[in-house]
């Protein structure tokens, strides 16, 4: 599959919880030896990492653009260094949507210099947790929870400036607040959403460490969302969301959703400006 030559989205080891051997030089090694052709080099905003055990701290480091800035100096370095032969490096961000204005705003509100900007959700709406911390919400509650999330993503992709929706669904489908994807509820709220990205030319990224943050039964459920996507006029974008070499470029679960959805090349798409 040619669309399989390109990872829109590799982490670096300045995101803090990355592999230490994620530098630029490293990755570009790593991508050629995997076959790829293009890839998008991003890190969060605001920084997640250890240090940032807490929200209130992930709020305070959106003051701080340091990770952002040393990503385009090593690009640029790697590049005169000849480092990046034999491969196209974009420069991306993975930019958080604002979880405690909730208006659709990102937490970096000009996200510009970028080849790339994915918007994505790792805070729950209100600002309450990450979506990795360890919370439980009776069924009431996580109903409540799923509703403000909709409202709150159809905002973002109706105003940001975007070119790809990082993991759509993580944040709701990793933490078991839905039973599965192909509810009919959830794809009556999935399918707005699609219909405001189809419009922007918004790209639904098709993300292969997802397919390992979701439970089982849930994860089953997933091409419906891809297929439902796809009959709203969204295109696609692939990538591994790779933090450590050995996952950059590697596909498996991707493929699968490709196959089940039946995404053709007119499906997917390259992010960022053209060659």
């Not at 399989?4 to 592999?19: F, K, N, Q, R």
């Not at 605001?46 to 240090?51: F, G, L």
């Amino acid at each position: 599959m040619e669309w399989l030559e390109a990872d829109h989205h590799i982490h670096t080891a300045y995101s803090g919880h990355s592999d230490p051997a994620m530098t630029i030089p490293r990755i570009a090694r790593e991508a050629k030896k995997a076959g790829l052709r293009k890839i998008v080099v991003l890190e969060h905003f605001p920084e997640i990492s250890p240090k940032t055990k807490m929200v209130a701290d992930w709020r305070e480091s959106a003051k701080d653009t340091s990770a952002l800035e040393a990503i385009a100096r090593d690009i640029s370095e790697s590049d005169a260094a000849g480092n990046l032969k034999g491969i196209r490096v974009l420069r991306g961000i993975e930019v958080d949507a604002d979880p405690f204005a909730l208006d659709g705003s990102l937490m970096l509100p000009k996200a510009e210099g970028f080849d790339v900007v994915v918007v994505s959700a790792h805070v729950f709406p209100g600002g309450g947790a990450f979506w990795f911390d360890n919370v439980t919400l009776p069924p009431t509650a996580a109903r409540a929870t799923v509703e403000r999330w909709f409202d709150w993503m159809e905002k973002v992709l109706a105003s940001a400036a975007a070119h790809s929706l990082a993991h759509p669904g993580d944040l709701i489908g990793a933490r078991g607040l839905i039973g599965r994807f192909d509810e009919p509820g959830i794809l009556s709220r999935f399918g707005k959403l699609f219909d405001i990205m189809a419009d922007r030319g918004i790209a639904f990224e098709l993300n292969e460490l997802l397919g390992r943050k979701l439970p089982d039964d849930v994860r089953e459920s997933y091409p419906s969302l891809v297929r439902l996507a796809k009959s709203r006029g969204v295109r696609f974008c692939v990538a591994t969301d790779a933090h450590r070499p050995d996952a950059i470029g590697q596909y498996t679960w991707v493929p699968a959703l490709i196959r089940e959805a039946d995404l053709g090349s007119k499906d997917i798409v390259e992010l960022g400006p053209s060659d």
